[in-house]
């Protein structure tokens, strides 16, 4: 018995056989669980409210009007924010590029052509003739989305386009927290310039009683030279802490996106008072809905699981459609007549079968993109934890060490002031005076840093608990992007 498959059958079982495949190729990141990072007993002591999140506008809480300009001054003139503007445009121009690719495409085209004909391609077999050709067409052509990957690689650009904008709202809460930082170094260069000028009028005050003493025979030259050189160092340092108010203005101007002439028109800054911070008693939970960057890494995430979408579509048949149709004539008066015009119109099945595996290369890429966009989302969760607890730990150690430096700080001041006396009354020894000099040098400047580092790190806090940032729209959790 002999058997006879059509050919056409023979011909769909081959193709069908010979197809490329995605078969094996999976994505392997795995988003963290928020609930895994413990971090109950590195928050125990501190205060936690169901709802303390940081206010949109946070820096006003520290009480200085200029400070609040010159934080709107640069939300509006930094070069930084129109970068990430910039940015965000761009990815939102490829969301209509993605876009477009799903509509119809339809054009039209016209033109008239002058030919001399040589005698084999003159139909009287004459030559030396001219003709005249003219032709209109309107031509349009439609990619059926049968398996949704034009839809996939819309939804993917339009998840960047979203992760770009939250992008630009971090890189406001950037600004305005390097705007504080700079401005409360600034208020920090001032007070050094402070304490050096107290020491420089205290050494001054050590070297015209030196002088006099030398004078009445009750000190040496070298006790003199040695405090000679005391006032030479104090005097440098002042000069030293005139330019770090120089420097300090200077960056400022910089983050307002001015000249560095903006930044000696700043006054001084007043004494800024560190914010309380209660922690929001749902940490570290909420947190992945209130951090921009969080938020950005995880609209990355939604828009590489869409990517995989888009790209395992290339394996299926695709069906396109195309229509042409115009006229074409050699007579003028013809070009519209019904023998000049022509149509056509038929539908384009296209199967892979064979690329040399380039599909195959794509979708293991895509795959990669995601595990990326995954990893990047992990690490960023866990690095907005850590952020919290190491400003939340600083805090709480700056506290007890202010407490302690103030304390330090008055008795090296009463122990100047009485070494002063006693060496003044001839009673007390000169080394002892030079001795607490420094000191109460080294106290004062230590205290001044404490201060600062209490208010940077607020500030810190304050970003790290997203700055006040609440997003429009949120994205799937990640965890639920690991399924294709």
Not at 341 to 355: E, T
Request: net charge negative; proline share 5%; with cysteine.
């Amino acid at each position: 018995m002999t058997f006879r498959l059509p050919l056409t059958a023979l011909c769909a079982a081959l193709l069908l056989a010979g197809c490329v495949s995605s078969e094996g190729l999976n994505p392997q990141g795995h988003a963290v669980d928020p609930a895994t990072l413990k971090g109950e007993a590195t928050f125990a002591s501190d205060r936690l409210s169901p709802a303390q999140w940081p206010s949109a506008d946070w820096w006003t809480r520290l009480g200085d009007p200029q400070l609040d300009g010159l934080i709107r001054e640069a939300l509006r003139d930094s070069p930084s924010l129109q970068e990430a503007d910039a940015r965000s445009r761009q990815a939102d121009a490829a969301v209509l590029a993605a876009d477009s690719n799903r509509e119809p495409q339809i054009d039209a085209s016209g033109g008239v052509t002058r030919s001399r004909l040589a005698r084999p391609d003159d139909p009287l077999g004459q030559g030396d003739r001219y003709s005249t050709l003219r032709q209109f067409d309107v031509s349009g052509s439609y990619s059926f989305d049968l398996w949704g990957g034009q839809r996939a690689a819309w939804e993917a650009a339009l998840g960047r386009a979203r992760a770009g904008e939250v992008d630009r709202q971090a890189a406001r809460l950037t600004l305005a927290a390097d705007v504080t930082r700079a401005y409360n170094q600034l208020g920090l260069a001032y007070t050094n310039l402070d304490v050096a000028q107290q020491d420089l009028e205290r050494t001054l005050g050590m070297l015209d009683l030196a002088q006099r003493r030398v004078s009445a025979g009750l000190d040496s030259d070298y006790q003199l030279q040695q405090t000679q050189s005391l006032e030479a160092s104090s005097a440098s340092a002042h000069t030293a802490a005139e330019q770090q108010v120089r420097s300090a203005q200077i960056r400022l101007a910089v983050l307002l996106g001015k000249g560095p002439d903006r930044g000696a028109e700043i006054p001084r800054p007043k004494l800024i008072a560190p914010a309380a911070v209660n922690l929001p008693a749902q940490l570290p939970a909420e947190l992945v809905g209130r951090r921009p960057d969080l938020i950005a890494a995880r609209w990355r995430v939604e828009a590489a699981r869409k990517d995989i979408a888009a790209s395992k579509t290339n394996f299926y048949p695709n069906l396109n459609l195309t229509v042409a149709a115009g006229s074409k004539a050699i007579l003028g008066d013809a070009l519209f007549g019904g023998p000049a015009r022509f149509f056509n119109v038929g539908p384009a099945l296209s199967l892979p079968i064979f690329d040399g595996g380039r599909r195959r290369a794509d979708l293991a890429s895509r795959d990669a993109d995601y595990d990326l966009a995954v990893a990047q989302y992990n690490q960023t969760l866990v690095q907005a934890l850590g952020d919290i607890a190491d400003a939340i730990t600083r805090q709480r150690s700056l506290e007890q060490q202010l407490v302690d430096q103030q304390r330090a700080r008055d008795i090296a001041k009463s122990s100047f002031d009485i070494a002063m006396q006693r060496y003044g009354a001839g009673i007390g020894n000169y080394l002892d005076a030079l001795t607490v000099e420094q000191q109460l040098l080294q106290a004062d400047r230590q205290l001044a840093s404490l201060q600062a580092d209490r208010i940077d790190s607020g500030v810190l806090l304050m970003q790290a608990l997203g700055g006040g940032f609440q997003p429009s729209t949120l994205p799937p959790a990640p965890a639920a992007a690991t399924s294709h």
